[in-house]
């Protein structure tokens, strides 16, 4: 964690130009925008996006890696660098666990560890992609051909009870929520039967499902393909949505921005799922072709801002209470300073759809006035809210400019002291 007073020292030097920028804005949104500076400065305060334990290492292609230097080496360390996120941004104030990446021998000791540097678990993940000792009954089982939907019933009932035991650790910590994303499919046709897999991985998330506490959530999230190149079993919302509701009603589905084939409307996606009551929370990310983990509204900041509309839209004003999370790899730039990056790309993109005047865009609409609809979105869109983002930072104890501060505590030089150069994140 970085230090409160360091923190506000390096802002010193930002708040005279901060507070002039504010009060244009302040000035400006109460002659044009429907909702005040002031309303958006407090939604923002409150907002929070996790950080997921596999973004703080350098992620990597299959073409290499290339290790930045003073990765998180335990779990605990993990914890510390989204500590660290979160002493600067004041909105990344919970962490999401991969299992078995992260299996920490003492819960309630991590739980302890983490809470004490005001981090909490988000959902938790559960990892049947890959063979791990721990779960496939000590390499004797396999993934290879998928996990809940393998035709071998001891491999689908190992990939049960390791779903069991991720909830059974995520209420030690104190999660509420499991995330089931499954690399199950088919890369050759004929290879396996479609109806087949789809029915073993109802009735296995129906087991999992069967395993929540009251106070859970389940989250289904699809993908379309990789590592299964021909067929996935959730491949698309509708798969999803299918699971989600053949999975019971603690289920919903999960919405990674990058798992859609291209040109997807996700935010009509969003609209689908809140509109039944299965929208559970996100994944956000960016992309350009497929699952690129890019740095969220990187490439598509239009798009992440008509999905928070939606939102919006569907909490009648409000940002619903889902499940929020940033899913990233980083493979050239510093984790951190991606992951500041990403997190104001959130913010940017929720403020600027508390922005949106909803009563004249209904208006509009009902008057077919597709003109004054785009008028009223380009407003908000085209509005710098970045000092309304600074504004929550500062009073939330953050840093006014999180890139800058981070730089210049040299958190990374530090960290490099203490872990070593070669030290590689689980996982990774
Ligand atoms: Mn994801």
């Known amino acids: 964690m970085i230090d409160r007073d360091r923190i506000s020292e390096l802002n010193h030097s930002h708040e005279q130009a901060l507070a ?14 429907a ?14 996006v996790a950080a997921p334990s596999w973004a703080v290492g350098t992620g990597g292609t299959r073409f290499g890696r290339f290790p930045i230097g003073g990765e998180p080496r335990t779990t605990e360390e993990k914890v ?56 496939t009954d000590d390499g004797n089982l396999t993934y290879k051909f998928g996990s809940l939907a393998n035709s071998e019933k001891a ?29 199950d499919g088919i890369n050759h046709p004929g290879q396996a039967d479609h109806r ?4 073993h991985v109802t009735t296995g998330l129906q087991e999992i499902h069967d395993h929540l506490p009251d106070d859970w ?9 990789e590592p299964a190149f021909y067929a996935t079993v959730n491949f698309d919302w509708g798969s999803s949505l299918l699971l989600a509701e053949a999975a ?55 798009q992440l801002f008509l999905i928070f509309c939606e939102l919006i839209r569907a909490g009648n004003g409000s940002l619903p209470s889902l499940a929020y999370m940033i899913d990233q790899s980083h493979n050239i730039k510093d984790p951190l300073e991606d992951l500041i990056q990403s997190t104001e790309a959130v913010g940017i993109a929720y403020a600027q759809a508390l922005l949106v005047d909803r009563s004249g865009l209904t208006e509009a609409q009902e008057g077919n006035d597709a ?46 002291e203490e872990r070593g150069m070669a030290s590689v994140a689980t996982g990774l």
């Not at 920028?21 to 109460?30: G, K, N």
């Not at 989204?82 to 990344?92: D, G, M, P, Q, R």
């Open 248 to 302: 019971g009603p603690k289920a919903s589905c999960l919405v990674d921005l990058g798992h859609h084939l291209p040109n997807a409307n996700i935010e009509q996606i969003v609209s689908r799922l809140a509109m039944v009551g299965r929208l559970g929370g996100f994944h956000f990310n960016d992309s350009k072709y497929g699952d690129d983990d890019l740095t969220t509204g990187s490439i598509k900041p239009f």
């Open 196 to 199: 087949t897999q789809f029915e």
């Open 80 to 135: 510390d660098d989204v500590a660290c996120l979160n002493s600067l941004t004041a909105s990344n104030r919970a962490i999401s666990l991969h299992v078995p990446w992260d299996d920490p021998d003492d819960p309630a000791a991590l739980k302890e560890y983490a809470n004490s540097r005001g981090i909490s678990f988000d959902a938790m993940n559960s990892n049947t992609f890959q063979d791990n000792p721990s779960t």
């Open 35 to 48: 909702t005040s500076a002031a309303e958006v400065i407090d939604a923002l305060v409150e907002f929070s």
């Open 20 to 33: 002039e920028d504010v009060d244009y804005l302040a000035h400006r949104l109460e002659r044009e925008a």
């Open 217 to 225: 959530q389940m989250y289904t999230e699809h993908k379309p393909y």
């Open 371 to 416: 003109t004054r609809a785009q008028e009223l979105l380009q407003s908000a869109f085209r509005t710098d809210v970045r000092p309304l983002l600074a504004e929550a930072r500062r009073r939330a104890g953050g840093a006014i400019s999180p890139v800058d501060a981070y730089r210049l505590v040299g958190y990374r030089a530090a960290v490099i």
């Open 155 to 183: 491999v689908r009932e190992a990939a049960i009870e390791h779903n069991k035991a991720v909830i059974d650790l995520g209420v030690a910590l104190g999660s509420r929520a499991l995330t089931v994303w499954l690399a």
